[in-house]
């Protein structure tokens, strides 16, 4: 094993605990507000979750992007990747804000998802972004079209 890896992925623990801590403190924060205030806030739980827990997901995929950006050839997306693990998990990450302002359709769609998926245990929901996070980050590859012939 080189030595480069092991540093690399202690720095990437040590980033996501630090992540995973500020992430804690944050939501304590907001349950603080939102008990004072009796008002959920659902923007500011979603807009958190995809700033902590997508940026894990990114940390996490970055590995791979960065050994696609020493390639060379043209960027493409891997269509299906994005669309079944992306689509999802960004309609969810956005479900419970959804669920609260999307109006009739979208609204009750989304409460249901929600519903089954939570079940009033806001943790959950925190998965999504970050593999939405990942899905991002890891859905774009470099193709050489020399290297295929």
């Known amino acids: 094993m080189k030595n480069k890896s092991w540093g690399q ?11 995973v801590f500020g992430a804690s403190k944050s939501f304590r924060l907001i349950e603080e507000v939102e008990s004072r205030i009796y008002i959920p806030q ?10 902590y ?27 299906p990747k994005l669309i079944v693990l992306g689509l999802p998990s960004l309609f969810y990450s956005f ?17 249901i998802l929600a519903s089954q998926l939570i079940n009033n245990y806001w943790d959950v929901a925190y998965l999504f972004p970050l ?19």
């Open 9 to 19: 992925y202690l720095t990437t623990i040590l980033i996501i605990m630090f992540w």
């Open 42 to 51: 659902i923007w500011l739980r979603t807009t958190s979750a995809f700033s």
């Open 53 to 79: 827990y997508g940026g894990i997901g990114v940390l996490l995929g970055l590995n791979h992007f960065t050994g696609e950006m020493k390639k060379k050839g043209v960027w493409r997306a891997n269509w």
């Open 95 to 111: 479900s419970i804000a959804i669920a609260t302002y999307g109006g009739p359709f979208w609204g009750r769609m989304s409460y």
């Open 131 to 149: 593999v939405l996070g990942h899905t991002i980050i890891t859905g774009f590859y470099k193709y050489d079209s020399t290297l295929m012939n």
